[in-house]
Nanobody, 117 residues
Framework: QVQLVESGGGLVQPGGSLRLSCAVS????????MGWYRQAPGKERELVAG???????NYADSVKGRFTISKDNGKNTVYLQMNSLKPEDTAVYYC???????????WGKGTLVTVSS
């Protein structure tokens, strides 16, 4: 089974930083897209950042310049470094991987990030 386990969420003050980690276990095709999504109360789930197997990244406009997605293939882990956090970043953050061979999305259970003073 493919499992994604997020960690690193918590309470942080505006302007602070947080790093989320997503550990992936199970068999995943080498060609894939990993990403972080978030869902705030009353809002649709949105893509925050994505990274392809070749290393290409993309970000939501709202987080450009503040968030950085990266991965460690050896550790099967994807990270989201979140800097200059704002209250509007408050959401449940979900790790996702799309396996192009299986044509399936796999999701973590989410980790809550709360940005508040």
């Amino acid at each position: 089974q493919v499992q994604l386990v997020e960690s690193g969420g918590g309470l942080v003050q505006p302007g602070g930083s947080l790093r989320l980690s997503c550990a992936v276990s199970g068999s995943i095709f080498s060609i894939n897209v990993m990403g972080w999504y978030r869902q705030a109360p009353g809002k649709e789930r949105e893509l925050v950042a994505g990274i392809t197997s070749s290393g290409t990244t993309n970000y939501a406009d709202s987080v450009k310049g503040r968030f950085t997605i990266s991965k460690d293939n050896g550790k099967n882990t994807v990270y989201l470094q979140m800097n200059s956090l704002k209250p509007e970043d408050t959401a449940v953050y979900y790790c996702n991987i799309y396996d192009i061979l299986k044509r399936l999305n796999f999701w973590g259970k989410g980790t809550l990030v709360t940005v508040s003073s």
